[in-house]
């Protein structure tokens, strides 16, 4: 693909739920036309009944509000919730709604897996942040991830995409009157500030655009790569631009979790870390908490924040959504604050703890590569292609 961010944008990092749900619900209450919510999780705990109190109340005083949640993320929605936000006028549908639970469908693996919101066309988040609480338990520190807001050109975009994606699943599910295109001049200009593009991911024309954009980083980096990334499972072309970067001087440094919430697949991904360690990579496990962070820094001037992981759900079958950012400001932001992490609350991995690691640890790995590969090769996605 071939960048052509648009300028004039201003964007703050905003860093766990702390920092992202109070900007969210203040947008949703300062709202005057539209609301657009996409999300992946939408839990109805105390988060989630706050964000749905406010998306009630903006409905009750006229605001048209459009909330589209993925079906299989959002497969236990309570229907007193759902009814409750409805009844209310919240226009709420779920992406491909489950109907079978136990279907071996492979069309269930394509998920909406964004976290896109838009305000008025005036406002936008971008960022990996579901509708849930970040506090998983009392011992562990909160879920670490990121979002971004952002004002500019670049919302429009960001309307236009959840605007498509919602429309599309109106159509499907014979909501005609939902459906309707709806259009809105909302332009917003500024004299300097951020180069921005969002970068989305479909089955269609962006099949491969957030691995493309990626690459494209990788590929041009001079001095230092930086990726935080929650599930790190890449495939041949990713892992290869990785190593070319270490062996041509450039610092690559990678911030995985350690904590095992989807064991399979992070077992299977620790079966690169003898390439990556050898070429120079420095891998550093986050163990402070569960780690859900999908950002990634170039040369301290580059950066992007969204919902793509780095593995086949991510870049080969689901919906996604990063915004890449053109600002030294806002990549020397999310640099120190990706560093501070790694120093307080990560280790780093040696080769030593590869070269020292016992047998059966061994063996669960290599085990649990090669059933990432079989079940990748029987769901017909990505297989031998995709990793080798």
Excluded at 95 to 120: A, G, I, Q, Y
Excluded at 337 to 349: G, H, P, S, T, V
Aim: net charge positive; glycine share 6%.
């Amino acid at each position: 693909m071939k960048f052509t961010p648009k300028k004039q944008h201003q964007v703050q990092l905003l860093r766990n739920g702390g920092e992202f749900f109070p900007a969210l619900i203040a947008q949703i209450n300062a709202a005057k036309i539209e609301i657009h919510l996409e999300t992946y999780l939408f839990e109805a705990d105390a988060v989630g009944l706050a964000v749905s109190q406010a998306l009630i109340a903006a409905a009750a005083r006229g605001v048209r509000v459009s909330v589209l949640i993925d079906g299989f993320g959002a497969r236990d929605f309570p229907v007193n919730l759902r009814d409750k936000m409805l009844q209310a006028g919240v226009r709420l549908l779920f992406f491909r709604p489950e109907v079978k639970r136990f279907s071996l469908n492979r069309s269930r693996l394509r998920r909406m897996h964004r976290k896109l919101s838009c305000f008025d066309g005036k406002v936008a988040f971008v960022g990996g942040i579901n509708i849930l609480s970040d506090i998983d338990r009392p011992d562990m520190a909160p879920r670490y991830d990121y979002a971004v807001q952002i004002q500019g050109p670049v919302v429009l975009d960001v309307r236009e995409a959840v605007s498509r994606e919602w429309r599309h699943s109106a159509w499907a599910q014979l909501k005609k009157k939902w459906a309707k295109a709806v259009n809105l001049s909302a332009d917003v200009e500024y004299l300097d500030g951020a180069q921005v593009q969002l970068v989305v991911r479909d089955n269609t024309r962006n099949r491969y655009s957030i691995e493309q954009a990626y690459l494209e980083m990788i590929n041009q980096a001079q001095s230092e790569i930086i990726i935080a990334n929650a599930y790190f499972f890449p495939g041949q072309r990713l892992r290869h631009a990785l190593l070319n970067a270490a062996q041509r001087g450039v610092a690559v440094v990678l911030l995985l979790q350690d904590e095992r919430d989807h064991a399979l697949l992070q077992y299977a991904s620790w079966a690169f870390y003898r390439p990556l360690l050898k070429a120079g990579v420095e891998i550093y496990q986050y163990r402070a908490g569960f780690m859900h962070a999908k950002v990634a820094v170039f040369d301290r001037r580059w950066a992007t924040v969204g919902s793509s992981n780095i593995d086949p759900f991510s870049l080969l079958l689901a919906r996604e959504a990063n915004v890449f950012i053109d600002d030294p400001v806002f990549a020397q932001g999310l640099r120190d604050d990706l560093a501070l992490r790694m120093q307080k609350d990560a280790l780093a991995i040696l080769p030593k703890h590869v070269e020292q690691a016992k047998l059966g640890l061994r063996m669960l790995v290599w085990a649990c590569y090669g059933l990432v590969r079989l079940l990748m090769g029987l769901s017909g996605y990505g297989g031998k292609k995709y990793l080798e």
